[in-house]
């Protein structure tokens, strides 16, 4: 598997707890390297165009509303199946359902302040770290 990027974000439940620097932590243990990184602090709308492809779910206001209501930390992570590998370290989006040691079993106060979120699939990655990033902020 060669070298993949994906696209991170630690979000306002986590931040407000003042937990970036142990989740990086956690994304360094398994491999994952921080090759951007910066803290925002999203509007509402802005926050509705990221999460666009939920805008028919129930829960899109009280997502899009929890997103814009602290400080946010968007991060691009390199690594071998980065993608996957991410996926593996956040846990399941449930907290209740993630296994031991992942990020969301140690930190996330529920289904929707689950504390990360990680890009789904390559192509997911891609356009998702084109929303946040310009391509000489990523350093790998
Ligand atoms: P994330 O990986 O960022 O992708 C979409 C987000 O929607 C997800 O994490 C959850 O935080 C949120 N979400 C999913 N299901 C629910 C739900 N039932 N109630 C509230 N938020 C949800």
Redesign the pocket.
Same mark, same amino acid.
């Given at each position: 598997m060669a070298i993949q990027r994906t696209f991170s974000?630690i979000?306002p439940d986590a931040t407000k707890r003042n937990l970036t620097g142990v989740i990086n932590a956690k994304f360094e243990a398994a491999g994952l390297r921080v090759v951007a990184q910066k803290r925002i602090h999203l509007s509402k709308a802005q926050a509705g165009v990221f999460?666009a492809v939920?805008a028919e779910?129930p829960?899109y206001d009280?997502?899009c509303e929890f997103m814009a209501s602290e400080p946010i930390v968007v991060q691009v992570l390199e690594g071998e199946n980065a993608v996957l590998k991410n996926r593996e370290v956040m846990g399941a989006?449930n907290p209740a359902e993630a296994d031991e040691g992942t990020i969301r079993k140690e930190f996330a106060l529920s289904? *929707?302040?689950?504390s990360v979120? *990680?890009s789904d699939a390559p192509e997911t990655a891609a356009e998702e770290i084109a929303y946040f990033f310009a391509g000489l902020e990523i350093v790998g």
């Open positions: 974000i979000k999460y939920h779910r829960f009280e997502l989006t289904i *929707g302040e689950n979120h *990680g």
